[in-house]
DNA sequence: TCAAAATACGAGCGATTATTCGCTTTTGAT
DNA sequence: ATCAAAAGCGAATAATCGCTCGTATTTTGA
């Protein structure tokens, strides 16, 4: 395990103090994206909402991209944790009951964080291409199709890999859309959506 | 119809020499988003590429958004032209084959030049606010309530508003993830997406 | 034919950026 | 109390950016 030459030791937190700097970091990073948009979230000002100097931060992260990186690591985090959680139990649940789930959990989901996932989704593609999201994806399809496969017979699709990416791509781009662009205010409006979108996937799959 | 002050004397293309000038910038702005991405068109670069001055391109361009808002327009403009003409048919057709067409009508739309739309929805969104695409999902979500409750009887959902959220939504992110992602490669592939789509809807909104 | 208007040019300005490095301060084990 | 390692600092650097402006060239209309 030989270090890496004098010449780019960014190091690995090890000290609390240390811990406390890295953290501080990733949370300016996540309030200037929220508060004033990508453009303005440039190292400089980040170590400087962050209350320590662009030296430190660069002790830490190699560049400006590992650190949102970083900060797209942990909103994962904290995504999973949610979604893990309350989907155990869908599994073994009837076809509509796990679909209603599924919907409930991803509208949860997207109201973790509304505007760092906003920000996360729409404005920072163009870095190098963090695909994290795009990964994050994928699990959701593999899952979804598991368990359409585990109840086959009572699946009127033919192709159920195609039929996951229906499912999983509409209720994805329904909740997404719906408290990230429309905004759900109301309860009622979200029990509205739950409705809808579990009969629009339901009718779809038994139909 | 006073001329803006020389302070600010961005001018409007009358020679035939300025209007090639003005469609080599903006096919420059195209080419450089496609192959380097966003963070490479810079305004010198464009102008480069488009074998002109950057002088030139602040003649008939105020500043860089302007140019990427031209190249947007341009595209939505070709993409206008494909829907509209398609889509006349389709709102005096029972729900099944209009649904149909709609999906094909979206599926044809994203393939005009999927690189370009990739770069433009997943890249540019953090100019400024460049909603232009927003508009143009806002047109089309007016037009299918307006199917909708011309055929009010024959539907099921009781808000129709909320009916066509569900449905404008679902078609737009089944086609571009279809298209842009997952990349549609034989005619076979598309068509059962058309089969499953159609059916995702329509059972939707009789059923 | 020729002057005025339109168009094109591109070096360069000022601002901003990501990143570095020599230095000081803090920490923790002895 | 000591001292080496860890952490922190921030002025300085080099690169890049959007954009201006004085000047050169082309086109137009009479």
Redesign the pocket.
Known sequence: MARKPL??PR?Y??????R??VDALVEATARILIREGFD?A????IAEVAG?????L??YFP??EALVAALIDRHNQEVRQVVQGELAEAVNAPVEQAVRKLVAVAIKAHRIDPKLHYVLAEQIPRVGRLEKVETFNREYYALFKDYLESRRDEIRAVDLGLAAFVCVTSIEALTHTAVLHHKIVSDEAMNALIDEATRLIVGYLMN
Chains 1, 2 share one sequence.
């Open positions: 010449t780019n190091k937190a090890s000290q609390d103090r240390s406390a700097t303005k440039s190292t400089n000002r320590v100097s662009v030296g430190s660069y002790q560049s400006k």
